[in-house]
């Protein structure tokens, strides 16, 4: 039977070399962690393990180590630095195997930490919007503790899961972290206005968080019959339900109902996901399965990337050798949406950084990760149009890649592929 106490009680069942899962994205119980973090004195090698968690993350910094190891399976903005510095870890992995991972006892769980909402009167709980691979913690792990918040939407779906899963609850009522898209800038429309070229009627869309993922959603309000198979979706989504455009009426895999794996927005997206019959949030393991993915129409997956190569290697994790991000969800999607019946899979990003600094590149930089392969990649899109790679030798890649980048670099570009074919290279 489920027992309650305080996050300072709870907590002291962590033992030194425990490995500790906390729940994903907004779900990430900031009590528990702060709980676990006060005993730091007292522990060793903890190494806790999640996937990208929003508000902070203190056990990755400097200051805890030896005490607490981050070994996170997505390097999230609030422990980038500290991994890129070294004081924290990343496992690289396909966001589809992270439960797997769990499950096969590879990457134990000894202590997982969660959020659910409070029991209903039949005894569940949920998981909120994040379910990704906290069932597979749930369920594999020793202790499970959770802060019990009636601010949490009882997502339905995986979501659902029956008090007696859990070991110990923490009554704690706390707003959930809020992350507002950012506004686009001229090169975030331009790009957004191009993708949404891409999309057709009866499309499943996948797609991430942040302006060009808004704006391809704006520019969507006059078609007809859309869906969603995502990993994730925040609140560009919800307009073009209450407009009566996203019906998910020709889906083949959970028909009529949005999928996704996790949720982040501001309060409308939370409010949007609460007991709404017509999203079904699930594992993670099932959203991004490839052999599922496919099997909808016109799988249109939208991903971005930290930079390109002219032969069309993507690299999405990585500065060089320093982690920033993760492979997450992208290759899992690339692969579905590639096989999927007049599905597109969609590279879309600005074609320099803030700096100035082309992001189409002769080569990736030393160290950096190839995510999706140049095998892989179908659609480029940067602010300067749309490329379609797949299928094309690797001159002709080059010369659509370059016909995309910035003006100021496409020189350099050109100068760079006649020497990587020694001459034999015209645009």
């Not at 390097?75 to 396909?94: L, W």
């Not at 706390?174 to 957004?192: F, R, T, V």
């Not at 692969?335 to 189409?360: D, F, H, L």
Request: net charge negative.
């Amino acid at each position: 039977m489920v027992k309650y106490m305080t996050a300072e009680e709870a907590v002291k069942v962590i033992k030194s070399d425990d490995h500790v899962y906390i729940h994903g994205v907004a779900m990430a119980p900031q009590i528990l962690i702060d709980a676990m973090v006060a005993r730091a004195p007292e522990l060793e090698n903890v190494r806790i393990h999640h996937l990208h968690t929003e508000a902070t993350a203190p056990y990755a910094n400097a200051e805890y180590e030896g005490h607490f190891v981050l070994e996170s399976f997505f390097v999230g903005s609030n422990c980038r630095r500290q991994t890129m510095e070294g004081h924290a870890d990343y496992i690289p992995v396909f966001l589809s195997e992270v439960p797997r991972l769990i499950r096969n006892n590879i990457v134990p769980v000894d202590v997982a930490l969660m959020q659910v909402s409070p029991p209903d009167k039949h005894g569940y709980v949920s998981l909120g919007s994040s379910v990704d691979a906290s069932v597979a913690a749930v369920e594999c792990g020793k202790v499970v503790i959770a802060q019990v918040n009636p601010k949490v939407p009882r997502a339905l779906g995986d979501a659902t899961m029956h008090m007696s899963n859990f070991d110990v609850f923490v009554e704690h009522e706390s707003e959930l972290h809020e992350a507002p898209a950012p506004l686009p800038d001229e090169s975030d429309i331009k790009i957004g206005d191009f993708v949404a070229t891409l999309v057709e009627d009866g499309a499943t869309l996948q797609m991430g968080i942040g302006a060009i993922p808004n704006v391809v959603l704006g520019n969507l309000t006059n078609h007809k019959n859309l869906g969603v198979h995502t990993e994730m979706f925040s609140d560009g989504l919800i307009p073009l339900v209450e407009k009566g455009v996203l019906t998910n009426s020709e889906k083949k895999i959970w028909k009529n109902h949005i999928v996704a794996s996790f949720v982040m927005g501001t309060k409308k997206t939370y409010e949007f996901l609460d007991d709404n019959p017509r999203v079904a949030m699930l594992e993670c393991s099932f959203v991004n399965d490839v052999r599922i993915i496919r099997q909808n129409p016109k799988v249109t997956a939208i991903n971005s990337a930290l930079e390109i190569d002219i032969t069309g290697q993507v690299c999405a994790d990585s500065i060089g050798t320093r982690h920033y991000s993760g492979v997450g969800g992208q290759i899992d999607f690339i692969r579905g949406a590639g096989y999927s019946e007049g599905g597109k899979p969609i590279i879309a990003m600005p074609s320099i950084t803030n700096k100035g600094i082309s992001k189409i590149v002769p080569t990736l930089k030393p160290g950096a990760g190839v995510v999706s392969t140049r095998a892989n990649v179908h659609y480029i899109v940067t602010e300067y149009g749309i490329a379609y790679l797949y299928g094309q030798p690797l001159k002709e890649r080059a010369r659509r890649l370059i016909q995309i980048a910035h003006p100021d670099h496409r020189e350099e570009l050109e100068r760079a592929a006649y020497e990587r074919w020694n001459g034999h290279f015209k645009m």
